[in-house]
């Protein structure tokens, strides 16, 4: 009871004042939400002009969260050059665009990264007929890659330190990169594993399939993907970093979009205080109570949202490796929801 | 190639200048001072805890000494001042510390409401149960109608209560404030257990048992009910000192990673390898945006040790509470500690 009473004092003493971006968002009735120019499984606009996706669903779950509507977003395709200079100047709310978390972007460009909803690294995407079967097999090859990206740098950094030598071929549009790859301008197409996964699901010209194209096993990277804000805002970066762990904590209680409603239900205090049947949750961060059970119905849970965008019931078939919850020997852990 | 690399370095730099590098009022106001003001608790063996000369020594007082190295290029310039686990968050928002490094689960409530924020996780931990082995059991489960010593106002308190009801169990709750009463209060046999984070529990294990009783005749029991990841905390409102805490705390992590330790450090300054060359600062940019100086990595290793040595040092196999890394191990060695990459 003091305690509680205490609790009450403190957040008093600091109020619960909107910051900018958030009521911007507000004002706007929309969340607008940088994407990459297009990832299968990740962000990509499908037949209907509706976006799908990982990355995605971590804009859909914010909207859930603020408005109690996933599809209030409006999406906005960045290349990997516009993407930081969009969220600076406020032309975006918050950027899903499979942006690794790095010091520099942290902190001098004025950035937060708020979670990491897929831990990825960089590999390498080779025909089989190359006849490669490693990354240590690649002295003197020529190599696809994005300009101005983390990508970049690691890709000298790893030929540094192996002593071996590559001739870049640098090109800024995904759509071109692949297309010089599946050309032959270059014998090996580098980035993360994730967009390579991607890029052999859906991306092979025809008469060629996903069987003649081989992922090498080296990851040469730390990725850490991650949802991006602007400081000045921290309940803001608190939402959208608490939407993201309300994914990975559902998965973790069991709760999914088939049974939400059945577990509204549930006896047990942590779902009771996950789902707002116990109120407090809600009202901490600024948001409805019900902003977990919308995420969840409408949304669904991490585990949900991997399968169905990347994982088994995708057509990039990608495990769950690192991104397993940490009850199951993978990375994912969201701090408790109380 | 060098062209492209060009544009985007021109790129960055334009986005630098538009972010700026502003100091944040509390990173002026450390600078100003001399000193970083950390918030530790009042005693903890191997996470804080004041020697007999008055040093602080610990994991958690390593997280000041690591991020007073970044700041001052020493690790010593800290100032520490105790605070139970009511009084933090008021120091903490009043200005009273900079930073807190006292062993606090990092909460939604906490992250949010009271206008905070975490920054990296010290130490994945969770809370357990420690009982006298007389009392003959085995497993939590085993608990019903037990008399529970624990510390009001916490998330332990709160776990416990839904742990018993969960489980459809009962107990008889003994709340005492101060760690040292709860302490008195378990080994005097007024509680039957002793709740709190598995972390606390090795600690008052190896450093509170009163003679003649010995370490051996108790037991920590295996459930682990809860997550609680223990993180610093520092204000809202001045994002480069955050900044600044975090990749400190990151930097330990990175430097165990690339193998990085106090007794290489000086060798690895002449490595070629371009990870740690950036790491090191030997190639310059971090420090630069981390508003620090470059050689601020250098300075945590070569004074404060990397986070494997820090925990073995304080509360790991070196240790007297010999905790088992666990979920504190590498990410590559299958733990959870992840340290984004330093570029």
């Not at chain 1, 939400?33 to 499908?46: I, V």
């Not at chain 2, 009042?42 to 008055?54: K, P």
């Not at chain 2, 605070?83 to 903490?92: C, E, G």
């Not at chain 2, 169990?169 to 080994?187: D, L, W």
């Amino acid at each position: 009871m003091a305690a509680a009473t205490a609790l009450a004092a403190l957040t008093l003493a600091h109020g619960a004042a909107a910051g900018p971006v958030l009521d911007a968002v507000k004002a706007r009735g929309a969340l607008a939400c940088g994407t990459g120019t297009g990832t299968a499984g990740y962000m990509l606009a499908d037949s209907t002009g509706k976006w799908k996706g990982l990355s995605v669903d971590v804009c859909r779950a914010v909207a859930a969260a603020i408005f109690g509507d996933a599809d209030k977003v409006k999406y906005q395709p960045l290349t990997s050059q516009q993407r930081f200079t969009a969220l600076q100047s406020s032309e975006v709310d918050m950027l899903v665009g499979n942006a690794t978390w790095t010091l520099t972007r942290d902190s001098a460009l004025g950035l937060d990264f708020v979670g990491v909803y897929y831990y990825d690294g960089q590999s390498f995407l080779v025909p089989k007929k190359l006849g490669v079967k490693s990354a240590k097999e690649l002295n003197g090859a020529t190599i696809c890659v994005a300009p101005g990206t983390t990508t970049e740098l690691n890709l000298a950094d790893y030929f540094r330190a192996n002593k071996m030598t590559f001739k870049p071929v640098v090109i800024e549009k995904v759509d071109e990169i692949r297309a010089a790859f599946f050309a032959g301008r270059c014998d090996v197409y580098t980035t993360d594993a994730s967009s390579l996964a991607a890029t052999r699901a859906a991306n092979v010209p025809p008469p060629r399939t996903f069987d003649d194209f081989l992922i090498l096993p080296e990851i040469i990277s730390k990725e850490p993907l991650g949802p991006v804000v602007r400081h000045g805002d921290n309940q803001f970066a608190d939402i959208v970093r608490w939407s993201l762990y309300a994914m990975v904590e559902a998965e973790e209680y069991g709760i999914t979009s088939a049974n939400v409603d059945e577990m509204l239900k549930s006896e047990n205090p942590t779902i009771k205080r996950i789902l707002g049947v116990t109120p407090g949750m809600g009202k901490a961060l600024g948001v409805d109570e019900k902003w977990v059970y919308n995420i969840v119905k409408q949304v669904g849970n991490y585990g949900e949202s991997f399968e169905r965008n990347v994982g088994l019931g995708s057509p990039l078939k990608i495990e769950r490796g690192l991104n397993r919850l940490w009850t199951k020997g993978g990375l994912q852990y969201a701090p408790p929801i109380r | 190639m060098r062209k492209l690399t060009v544009t985007a370095t021109a790129a960055l730099a334009a986005m630098l200048v538009s972010g700026t590098a502003l100091a944040g009022k509390d990173l002026d106001s450390i600078k100003s001072r001399g000193a970083l003001v950390c918030g530790v608790p009042t005693g903890t063996a191997g996470f804080a805890l004041a020697d007999s000369q008055g040093k602080w020594v610990g994991l958690d007082v390593d997280v000041c000494r690591a991020v007073s190295a970044a700041i001052f290029g020493d690790a010593e310039k800290v100032k520490y001042v105790p605070l139970t686990a009511q009084q933090r968050f008021t120091a903490l928002q009043s200005g009273e510390v900079d930073i807190l490094s006292n062993n606090t689960t990092m909460t939604l409530q906490r992250d949010t409401a009271l206008g905070l924020d975490f920054t990296a996780i010290t130490y994945y931990d969770g809370q357990g149960f420690m009982v006298n082995k007389k009392l003959n059991v085995k497993s939590a489960k085993e608990l019903n109608g037990a008399t529970v010593c624990v510390a009001p106002g916490t998330t332990t308190e709160l776990n416990l209560a839904d742990y018993f009801r969960a489980t459809k169990m009962s107990f008889k709750p003994v709340v005492i404030e101060k760690v040292e009463e709860i302490r008195a209060a378990f080994f005097s046999g007024r509680c039957d257990v002793y709740t709190t984070d598995a972390s606390g529990l090795y600690a008052t294990r190896a450093a509170n048992v009163p003679p003649p009783a010995k370490p051996d005749d108790f037991i920590i029991l295996p459930e682990i009910i809860s997550k609680e990841p223990l993180a610093p905390a520092v204000r809202h409102g001045d994002n480069q000192f955050a900044d600044i805490v975090r990749w400190a705390q990151y930097a330990m992590l990175e430097a165990e990673e690339y193998g990085i330790n106090s007794k290489n450090v000086d060798e690895m300054l002449k490595s070629e390898n371009p990870t740690i060359k950036r790491i090191l600062g030997v190639t310059p940019g971090m420090g630069k945006a981390l508003g620090v100086d470059e050689k601020w990595v250098y300075n945590i290793v070569k004074q404060v040790g990397n986070y494997g040595e820090s925990f073995d040092k304080h509360v790991g196999a070196g240790s007297p509470l010999k905790i088992d890394r666990g979920l504190n191990k590498l990410w590559t060695q299958g733990g959870l500690q992840y340290a984004p990459p330093i570029r």
